[in-house]
């Protein structure tokens, strides 16, 4: 891992970041506030989010990003706050048991997480960009997935349903705003190394051996690669990378045949 000291790119920037109790988002948070970021950490888990508050020295705003005046209200608190909105990181998202095949699952399944996954992404940016408008300037970073590119015969049809319009959603945003000086980019994270994922793995090796035989890089990700890229979409470095589906997978979606 780099060492994120020599790394102070986000000096003066106030970054939101949803989900930030757990995971890529926990990761993340801590590794803005590393580059000097004032971090607003929203989630619905008021322990671990303010966990991660405490921790980065940033802002807890608990958040239901399926909720719009909850939204308006983490945006306006990150401004009122810290008197800017720089960097949107729309991470939150959930990926339940009942969501699988489109014959098992059921419209319920279906809508709650095109909900937290898909319209959370539309009011989160709804919120943030009039704020980068008036700044001219910012950087939105939506989370989508690896499979918003791929199809996995393990499916869960309304995740990949969202992800393919976080996707679509950036990209659009991105080309509308690029004038205005705000970028906005898709982050497509290959599978990471989580503790609900390995310890699904540890219990089904097998489960874990037909997906790991798809990645080049051998192993999946660890939440603070995806962070790294979180930071570089964050930053000035990326200054002309905008629209893009960004994918930080190991080489997955460009592989036919793997290493044995
Ligand atoms: N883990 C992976 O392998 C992987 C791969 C590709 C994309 N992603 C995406 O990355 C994002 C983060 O995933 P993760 O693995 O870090 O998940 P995680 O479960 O570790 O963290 C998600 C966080 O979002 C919060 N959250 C859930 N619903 C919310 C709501 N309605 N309002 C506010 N906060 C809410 C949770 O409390 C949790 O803290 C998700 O959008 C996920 O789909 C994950």
Same mark, same amino acid.
């Given at each position: 891992?780099?060492?994120n000291?020599?790394?102070?790119?986000?000096?003066?920037?106030?970054?939101?970041?949803?989900? %930030?109790?757990?995971?890529?988002?926990?990761?993340? %948070?801590?590794?803005?506030?590393?580059?000097?970021?004032?971090?607003?950490?929203?989630?619905?888990d008021?322990?671990?989010?303010?966990?991660?508050?405490?921790?980065?020295?940033g802002?807890?705003?608990?958040?239901?990003?399926?909720?719009?005046?909850?939204?308006?209200?983490?945006?306006?608190?990150?401004?009122?706050?810290?008197? #800017?909105?720089?960097?949107?990181f729309?991470?939150?998202?959930?990926?339940p048991?009942?969501?699988?095949?489109?014959?098992?699952?059921?419209l319920?399944?279906?809508?709650?997480?095109?909900?937290?996954?898909?319209?959370?992404?539309?009011?989160?940016?709804?919120? %943030?960009?009039?704020?980068?408008?008036?700044?001219?300037?910012?950087?939105?970073?939506?989370?989508?997935?690896?499979v918003?590119?791929?199809?996995?015969?393990?499916?869960?049809i309304?995740? $990949?349903?969202?992800?393919?319009?976080?996707?679509?959603? #950036?990209?659009?945003?991105?080309?509308?705003? %690029?004038?205005e000086?705000?970028?906005?980019?898709?982050?497509?994270?290959?599978?990471?190394? $989580?503790?609900?994922?390995?310890?699904?793995?540890?219990?089904?090796?097998?489960?874990?051996?037909?997906?790991?035989?798809?990645?080049?890089?051998?192993?999946?990700?660890?939440?603070?690669?995806?962070?790294?890229?979180?930071?570089?979409?964050?930053?000035?470095?990326? #200054?002309?990378?905008?629209?893009?589906?960004?994918?930080?997978?190991?080489?997955? $979606?460009?592989?036919?045949?793997?290493?044995?």
């Open positions: 891992m780099t060492d000291h020599v790394c102070r790119r986000l000096t003066g920037r106030t970054a939101v970041v949803t989900g %930030a109790g757990s995971g890529i988002g926990l990761a993340s %948070a801590r590794r803005l506030a590393s580059e000097g970021a004032r971090v607003v950490c929203a989630d619905i008021e322990t671990t989010g303010k966990a991660a508050a405490g921790e980065v020295g802002l807890f705003v608990r958040t239901d990003v399926t909720d719009p005046d909850q939204v308006e209200a983490l945006f306006q608190a990150a401004y009122d706050t810290y008197g #800017s909105v720089d960097v949107a729309n991470n939150a998202g959930i990926s048991p009942d969501d699988d095949s489109i014959i098992e699952t059921g319920e399944a279906w809508k709650r997480v095109q909900e937290v996954n898909l319209t959370s992404v539309y009011l989160c940016c709804k919120a %943030a960009i009039p704020y980068m408008r008036r700044q001219g300037k910012g950087s939105v970073i939506n989370t989508a997935s690896f918003a590119r791929m199809g996995a015969a393990t499916s869960q309304s995740y $990949t349903a969202s992800k393919g319009g976080v996707l679509a959603m #950036s990209r659009e945003l991105g080309v509308q705003f %690029a004038r000086g705000i970028r906005v980019n898709a982050l497509c994270p290959g599978p990471v190394n $989580t503790p609900l994922l390995r310890e699904l793995f540890a219990k089904d090796p097998e489960r874990a051996a037909r997906r790991l035989v798809h990645i080049p890089a051998g192993r999946f990700a660890e939440a603070e690669e995806i962070a790294a890229a979180v930071a570089f979409l964050a930053s000035d470095d990326s #200054s002309f990378v905008n629209a893009t589906d960004f994918l930080v997978d190991g080489g997955l $979606t460009g592989a036919y045949v793997t290493p044995l």
